[in-house]
């Protein structure tokens, strides 16, 4: 158990719809990650938040949207859903802003029909 | 564009097996690179190397990076099939935050 909690684990939805994943990190980790992994791309890095501030953005698509609260969990925002954002939704936490490695927390799943 | 590439793709030993498997980056900035161990969901965290810590071992796992060839190895000697997994690289670049591209990874297979 890495420390990191995510919720939901499984989630089913419909074309079109949003949803919300959301994060807690380990306790006293600053950053948080957010990564999706899909059989055709493998673990891509979505977004980035330390202390409440967007640090790094990856190929995070428009339709997202993350952000970092006071008491530093985090949510995904995914909106206007596809097929194709059918996949494993990880986030990760680490303690500073860079330098540090990064503990995962179990995912969301998360299937679009 | 940065680029993390894995080798081989997948691999299937016996018990007791070394094992030997690769990562090579391409990417600007090098800070440091990772590797992680996936079963079946999370990935877990086994090792990180810099250009201070080129060297790291953990029981049965060792891992090397060398700075010079881009690439970092990845041992497991006297394999056990609780290693069966996707093992994973990835590599973290100076730049505003701490983000990780990670490779394909190498699906690993320890038969009994």
């Known amino acids: 158990d890495s420390g990191v909690t995510q919720t939901p684990k499984h989630l089913i939805t419909a074309t079109g719809q949003r949803v919300t994943l959301r994060c807690s990190p380990r306790s006293g980790d600053l950053s948080v990650y957010w990564y999706q992994q899909s059989l055709d791309q493998g673990l891509q890095f979505l977004i980035q938040y330390y202390n409440g501030e967007e640090r790094a953005k990856g190929n995070i698509l428009e339709r997202f949207s993350a952000q970092q609260f006071p008491d530093l969990h985090s949510e995904l925002n995914l909106s206007s859903l596809e097929l194709g954002d059918s996949a494993l939704y990880f986030c990760?936490?680490?303690?500073?802003?860079?330098?540090?490695?990064?503990?995962f927390g179990p995912g969301t799943r998360l299937t679009v029909l | 564009e940065d680029k993390v590439v894995q080798s081989p793709l997948s691999l299937v030993v016996h018990e007791g097996d070394t094992v030997t498997l690769n990562c090579s980056y391409e990417?600007?900035?090098?800070?440091?690179l990772l590797w992680y161990k996936q079963e079946k969901k999370a990935p877990t965290f086994l090792f990180m190397l810099?250009?201070?810590?080129i060297e790291k071992k953990s029981g049965r796992l060792s891992s090397i990076l060398d700075k010079k060839e881009l690439s970092s190895i990845l041992n497991i000697t006297a394999t056990q099939t609780g290693d069966s997994a996707i093992y994973l690289c990835a590599v973290e670049v100076f730049n505003a935050g701490n983000m990780l591209t990670f490779g394909g990874g190498t699906r690993l297979m320890v038969k009994p």
């Open positions: 810099t250009s201070s810590g």
């Open positions: 990760a936490s680490s303690g500073g802003a860079f330098g540090n490695e990064q503990f």
């Open positions: 990417v600007t900035n090098f800070r440091s």
